[in-house]
Nanobody
Framework: QVQLVESGGGLVQPGGSLRLSCAAPGSLFSISAMGWYRQAPGNERELVARIYSDGSANYIDSVKGRFTISRDRNTAYLQMNSLKPEDTAVYYC?????????WGQGTQVTVSS
């Protein structure tokens, strides 16, 4: 299991923005994908966005046009704009390297007035 360090969650009003970060160890090579999942109370964990080693990315429909995933070496970012109350969840980073997946500890995002 690779240790991932997440940061950037918090409380924000509807329409606001947050940026999540996920840092994988610098010694981790051959990362094929980095992504963000989220899980709201009573719901299953769902994939929000994922970026691949070739730079391509995909998003769940509900966040398209509002969220942007990016990557700089071994750190992934999720820029979240125009946040809605339904975006409230624990967000988890997930990294795939050499066929193995690792999870971050999760960071809470709460969108509320």
């Amino acid at each position: 299991q690779v240790q991932l360090v997440e940061s950037g969650g918090g409380l924000v009003q509807p329409g606001g923005s947050l940026r999540l970060s996920c840092a994988a160890p610098g010694s981790l090579f051959s990362i094929s994908a980095m992504g963000w999942y989220r899980q709201a109370p009573g719901n299953e964990r769902e994939l929000v966005a994922r970026i691949y080693s070739d730079g391509s990315a995909n998003y769940i429909d509900s966040v398209k046009g509002r969220f942007t995933i990016s990557r700089d070496r071994n750190t992934a970012y999720l820029q979240m704009n125009s946040l809605k109350p339904e975006d409230t969840a624990v967000y988890y980073c997930h990294v795939v390297s050499r066929g193995f997946g690792s999870w971050g500890q999760g960071t809470q995002v709460t969108v509320s007035s």
